[in-house]
């Protein structure tokens, strides 16, 4: 707890039902951060041998989201519910660190995402050439790029100190009107780590639209394995540009209050605002794992993957129950799966059955049911003969034309 000289700078200056409701936002946005980006860093922990240099920034963004979320939400809840800070002032020093730390190394690899994205849809011949260890450099950059400016407050070169609406602490924004240090921080700050980043992130996604546009119309009459390419770019360029927009869109209200309250009288600034756009810039901390859990395709395979993995592992094969059990399965469901046929009317394998786990086998595979993989098959007739595949190996069109 903080002593009574520090009591006055770090209680709330807004209302305690506005504090209720920013402890009860703080808590949603933690839960969600926590379980979003944790399923995100476990899927790509799983994947590992199999991602992509560019992905490496999906995960370091996931580490840098889920680091503010451990280091500042458990500080700012129990803060806003009490209606006061309830830590010292060098807890509130760490906070606002690590506050500046994380938040600015989101953006930084953001931006170098979009030109990372940028060199391998617009300059193929150098971005095919992008490796991983260019990867983990640029990666080691971020954080060094970072850590200037979360470092600079600690050496004199600005100042950490006490948000406006009292719960919570960051860069003192009151701290330019008297000190020259202060002021040039804020100014290199805003240029370096929004204005930059802002427009780096725009022209690149611009190119890169245009590009994509003009190789989507020129490649209409070229073979199938050139659309894909375009595919994969147009895919990369929407999640990319998915995740940009809604981390820019929760920081830029906050930027847009500090230097209103950093170069124009701190004053007029009300503590509200200050405390719904910090709320706001929160929330980018759910963005990331939303998009690319739900719309990348490969982590969300491997997502469905490791949830039937693991639902298989915990509650196991029905067959396993008792062998009773085993045989009301399979007559259960016998007549369903005898009778099951395909759109064009053809039966499917007799030997396996969708909805039961256990193919009719000997007693000895019975037991290895929990690694057993039914699929279904389809019979193809060409002229006075007609053989049988599965049908997760038909092409697009004739899977259609089955299911």
């Not at 240029?191 to 020129?218: D, K, M, N, W």
């Not at 929330?283 to 395709?297: D, E, G, Q």
């Not at 969300?300 to 062998?323: E, M, N």
């Amino acid at each position: 707890m903080g002593n009574a000289s520090e009591s006055y700078l770090f209680v709330s200056r807004i209302s305690k039902s506005n504090d209720f409701l920013m402890g009860t936002l703080y808590t949603i946005f933690g839960a969600l951060s926590l379980l979003g980006n944790g399923i995100l860093l476990f899927v790509a922990y799983r994947k590992k041998s199999s991602l992509k240099p560019a992905e490496f920034f999906v995960v370091n963004l996931a580490i840098s989201d889920l680091s503010m979320t451990l280091t500042l939400f458990p500080l700012a809840i129990p803060s806003a519910f009490w209606h006061m800070w309830l830590f010292n002032r060098m807890t509130c020093t760490v906070y606002a660190f690590c506050g500046v730390l994380f938040g600015l190394c989101s953006l930084t690899n953001l931006t170098v995402l979009s030109c990372v994205c940028w060199l391998k849809v617009c300059c193929p011949n150098y971005g095919n050439k992008f490796s991983y260890s260019h990867a983990c450099l640029l990666v080691a950059c971020v954080w060094c790029y970072a850590g200037v400016f979360a470092v600079g407050p600690l050496s004199g070169w600005g100042q950490y100190g006490a948000e406006p609406y009292g719960t919570a602490c960051c860069i003192d924004w009151h701290a330019p009107s008297q000190s020259s240090a202060a002021m040039s921080y804020i100014i290199c700050l805003f240029f370096f780590c929004y204005i930059v980043p802002c427009t780096v992130i725009f022209l690149s996604y611009t190119f890169i639209l245009l590009t994509v546009r003009g190789s989507r119309q020129a490649v209409q009459q070229h073979m199938s394995p050139q659309n894909k390419i375009t595919n994969a770019h147009a895919l990369i360029v929407k999640l990319s540009v998915a995740v940009c927009i809604g981390f820019l869109t929760a920081w830029s209200p906050y930027a847009v209050v500090s230097m209103w309250a950093a170069f124009g009288n701190s004053t007029e600034v009300p503590p509200m605002a200050f405390a719904l756009a910090a709320i706001f810039a929160k929330s980018s901390t759910i963005y990331n794992p939303v998009v690319y859990l739900a719309f990348k395709p490969n982590f969300r395979k491997s997502l469905c993957r490791d949830v039937a993995k693991c639902r298989s592992t915990l509650f196991g094969c029905v067959c396993w129950h008792s062998s009773a059990q085993k045989g009301t399965c399979r007559q259960s469901h016998n007549e369903e799966c005898n009778s099951t046929r395909l759109s064009n009317g053809l039966p499917e394998n007799h030997r396996t059955c969708r909805h039961c786990p256990c193919p009719e086998t000997d007693t000895g595979a019975r037991e290895n049911c929990g690694d057993y993989s039914p699929q279904q098959t389809a019979r193809i007739l060409k002229g006075s003969l007609h053989s049988e595949m599965a049908v997760s190996q038909l092409s697009n069109e004739m899977q259609s034309d089955f299911l």
